[in-house]
């Protein structure tokens, strides 16, 4: 996987009892000016990181992106309530 | 005691790499000749830190921009970005956090830790130390270096010793191995100017100072002699106080202009836009003042002051404004000015102040109205309410602070912190 680091649109689900927000489905332009509109097949693991001191939910999740089963990594940037396809 | 002192290493560059790397950069700036410096279009261009790669070009903190480029044309050179490094800094504190509830932020990457009472708990403090060490490194992304030893001043000296992400000790029974081989020059507290006339009577490492004779040392430099001696006898008695309790003795602001200020009305507004930040600050410490000084530096580098203690106590920014200005026509002799700066000191709790009979009219109708724009500003932001002397005008209606005012460099307060307990 690369860091992609790219803002995405995205619905996503905030629980009553859950600890963190859950992603739902999510859009983003790929290399090839395509949009791709993704739902979250599953969530594999969920890490809380502090880089540079950032808070933030690290999502490791696998979907199918064009016919392919992916895995890539979500990130939610706590402090600005932001979104990024981190990794894929 | 245990002491022990933590160290970010190149703290704004090693903050800005982890941040870059962080967000799909794909150098890390600590590998390669970079550094971090001001805007120079705003005459800020000075290296604030650099990358040890660039060190070995011979870079140096606090040279200008063009200076470093001339050494290494292929500098590669970040702004700063204050929220960032308050971001880490706090990031780090909590994780200090963990260890020992006694912990000093001495500055935005340095801290002392009081380890004392935590071995019970935490056991060896090397150990512990190593441990912090690699936590910071894993979860934060960047390195600290980590000195322990039995007082603040030996820690600090030992986490100075091999950079970078290191854990050092000078316990007592280490000095003479490990501090007395030190040029002069590294010993806490001995600048340039001490260290001169220290190797004029050929005093030239700490060991050279340790072992010389404290009255001689004291004649040649003063209470400061004595207190540099005692420093490189591995002598220190200060605790680690908590940020809470240090008590703050001033308030001041400075700005550097992007042009160089020539008549007497510039010179005015900018004193007015320091005045509304030091006004600001002082009443968000909740303290009026007695004493308003005033420092300015010309453009030739060349700086001077005036300062004037009144009869009274003020926290209004009108009032240090027309002070300010009466010292400004006092003692500026016409030059171009590169630096402003305004700051006020002698403070006491504003919950209680003695009026005078020669008290200006309308002082507790002005006092209502910093209160107002205070809260204003504290809730919709800094620049939604300005003076109107500065509409229209490209002059920033307050100035001064590295942060845009949210700053707690060191023992400040947070703006939402005060936002919170009015």
Redesign the interface.
């Known amino acids: 996987m690369k860091i992609l680091a790219h803002p995405i649109d995205i619905i996503a689900v905030f629980k009553e009892a859950g600890r963190h927000p859950i992603p739902y489905r999510f859009k983003y332009t790929d290399t090839d000016g395509d949009i791709c509109d993704v739902v979250i097949g599953k969530i594999i693991s969920v890490d809380e990181k502090r880089m540079a001191g950032a808070r933030t939910y690290n999502y490791l999740c696998q979907s199918e992106i064009n016919g392919v089963e992916r895995q890539y990594v979500l990130k939610y940037n706590i402090q600005e309530c932001k979104w990024q396809l981190y990794k894929i | 005691m245990i002491i022990m002192h933590i160290d970010a290493n190149s703290a704004y560059l090693s903050?800005t790499a982890?941040?870059m790397l962080?967000?799909?950069y794909d150098i890390d700036i600590r590998n390669i000749p970079s550094a971090i410096a001001g805007d120079p279009d705003n005459r800020h261009g000075i290296i604030l830190t650099k990358s040890t790669p660039a060190k070995r070009y011979g870079i140096k903190t606090g040279e200008s921009l063009l200076e470093a480029r001339r050494k290494c044309p292929d500098l590669k050179v970040f702004p700063p970005d204050y929220d960032?490094y308050m971001?880490?800094?706090?990031?780090?504190y909590d994780i200090l956090c963990r260890y020992s509830p006694a912990i000093q932020r001495y500055s935005v990457d340095e801290c002392f830790l009081d380890y004392t009472r935590s071995t019970l708990k935490f056991g060896d403090p090397v150990k512990a130390a190593y441990e912090i060490k690699e936590a910071v490194k894993e979860?934060?992304?960047?390195t600290v270096n980590i000195g322990v030893s039995t007082n603040k001043l030996l820690a600090k000296m030992a986490s100075e010793l091999k950079k970078p992400d290191m854990v050092h000790t000078i316990f007592p029974c280490e000095i003479e191995k490990k501090m007395w081989p030190l040029d002069i020059s590294e010993l806490f507290m001995v600048g340039r100017a001490t260290a001169g006339k220290l190797k004029a009577v050929n005093i030239n490492t700490i060991g050279d100072l340790a072992n010389a004779d404290r009255a001689l040392i004291k004649a040649l430099l003063k209470s400061h002699g004595e207190l540099v001696w005692e420093y490189a006898n591995g002598m220190d008695g200060s605790p680690v106080v908590l940020n809470e309790a240090i008590v703050q003795k001033g308030v001041g602001n400075s700005i550097t202009v992007p042009y160089d200020v020539l008549d007497m009305k510039e010179a005015r507004e900018v004193l007015l836009a320091l005045s509304e930040r030091v006004g600001m600050r002082l009443r968000a410490i909740r303290c009026i003042s007695s004493l308003v000084s005033l420092h300015l530096r010309t453009s030739e580098l060349w700086g001077y002051g005036h300062q004037v203690q009144l009869q009274r106590y003020t926290d209004s920014t009108s009032d240090i404004y027309d002070i300010a200005c009466g010292l400004l026509e006092e003692c500026w002799k016409g030059e171009s000015l590169r630096q402003i700066g305004v700051s006020v000191s002698h403070l006491s709790g504003n919950a209680d102040r003695q009026l005078t009979i020669f008290d200006r009219e309308g002082l507790e109708k002005e006092e209502r109205l910093n209160k107002t724009v205070d809260a204003i500003r504290r809730e919709f932001g800094e620049r939604v309410i300005e003076r109107a002397v500065f509409a229209n005008t490209e002059t920033d209606p307050i100035q001064g602070g590295v942060n845009d005012g949210n700053y707690l460099m060191m023992g400040g307060y947070k703006n939402e912190d005060l936002g919170a307990s009015h």
């Open positions: 903050w982890a941040d962080e967000n799909g960032l971001r880490c800094s706090n990031a780090m979860e934060l992304g960047f």
